[in-house]
């Protein structure tokens, strides 16, 4: 069965109008069709094979269950926990769209990798302590019997986090929270801590949160990796492309208030092949938006946020792409291989890189700085003016610090409360999300993938309940906050 392409423009590049005609006519172009036409008889005479089929093998498939927009670790991992719960092998065909196969501008790449449980909200927590999980036996998870095992070169050294005197009540009420949920976390004193890490400078710090077990970083491209290798061998499709409309059904209801709503499902996408000006419609039966910073334009193509100001039609998805520098420095006198990862009371932060007295690190921009995201480019006078100031005066050593080199990534920001957006949209009921995580999506990849999956295959989430992070709550005004994000 030749499969269905529709081109952009049907029509243009086989009838044009030549020079001298009358107006109105066509006449075949004939340039570099003659040679062609010539082959194809050719191809077709006794004793020659015939290959008048055109090449599909780019094209995804005609029909899939799920489609997936997003080939970052949040929808991979949304795919493998598809295959992994499904009732039985090959049930569930699942599609994988995803614009940029270099991963160059992914925010899985350009991560420094990092994973903690020091967050305000037993959510978050949890999901990091099931990552941590997931992480500490990837060859049980992720292992393919044709491919070596897995190095994620996890680094166990912690995260440690700085208060002021005025947030150190809020970093006490943190701790309690993450030790009710199992975490292990410890506060210290500003003589604990110069007792433990001589290099630190305590001036200005009140109180001390110090991950002691499931905290560090690892190598975040292996993970991506890891995952693409094994959702492939458990029959996932790959498509390069981009998703550029969907068709959908709608269907008008009252609810309980009498208030007329519009449901939608979507049956169609159709995704737009790389380098060319045609597309490939996939029929499905359910799309989960893992876009990352580009989601909000996903979900505005299935007409999300397209309704009344003040409704629940009208409300968007509110993320949105922020650019975030990593810089890298040298620093021979720096703290040393035990350092963990320290975020200051100013908002920098630092690590370690490597063996050889090499660190990374930076600051979130406050709103006034926000850089302009339209490309990666990095502004070195941010770190000079904004963060190494306050690294110097945490670190002394960094004083002589020498930068080595530097790039920028991007945050998929939840502008509404910094917190991820998982499950259902409640109009386009066949649209689930994973997205909006502001920083922390890739460390809770593995949690938020079997959530959706839970979701979509059981009705409800089962492993862990992240109702809180539904998008019902951006049209009820009901912030989820999480208070500690880097």
Known sequence: MIRRVLPHGLGRGLLTRRPGTRRGGFSLDWDGK????????????????????????HLPPEHSDVVIVGGGVLGLSVAYW??????????????????????????????????????????????????????????EYLAVTSAPPLDLRFNPSGYLLLASEKDAAAMESNVKVQK??????????????????PWINTEGVALASYGMENEGWFDPWCLLQGLRQKVESMGVFFCQGEVTRFVSSSQRMLTTDDEMVILKRIHEVHV?????????????AIVINAAGAWSAQIAALAGIG???????????????????????WHCPQGPGLETPLVADTSGAYFRREGLGSNYLGGR??????????????VDHDFFQEKVWPHLALRVPAFETLKVQTAWAGYYDYNTFDQNGVVGPHPLVVNMYFATGFSGHGLQQAPG?????????LEGSFQTIDLSPFLFNRFYLGEKTQENNIM
């Open 34 to 57: 003659v040679s062609e036409i010539k082959k194809k008889i050719k191809s077709i005479l006794p004793g020659t094979s015939c290959d008048l089929l055109p090449d599909t093998s």
């Open 82 to 139: 598809l295959k992994k719960l499904e009732s039985r092998r090959g049930g569930i065909r699942v599609l994988v769209v995803e614009q940029d196969y270099t991963y160059s501008q992914a925010s899985t790449g350009l991560s420094v990798g990092g994973i903690c449980q020091q967050f305000s909200l037993p959510e978050n927590i949890q999901l990091s302590l099931f990552s941590a999980s997931f992480l500490r036996n990837i060859n």
């Open 180 to 197: 009710q949920e199992g975490a292990k976390v410890c506060l210290m004193s500003p003589d604990q801590l110069r007792n433990k890490f």
């Open 272 to 284: 737009k092949m790389d380098h060319s000006l045609e597309y490939q419609p996939v029929e499905c």
């Open 306 to 328: 397209k309704g009344p100001p003040g409704t629940l039609q009208g409300t968007k998805l509110p993320v949105e792409p922020r650019k975030r520098y990593v810089y890298v």
């Open 364 to 377: 979130s921009p406050t709103e006034e700085e926000e850089p302009d995201p339209a490309n990666l480019e």
């Open 448 to 456: 938020v993938g079997r959530a959706v999956a839970e979701m979509i």
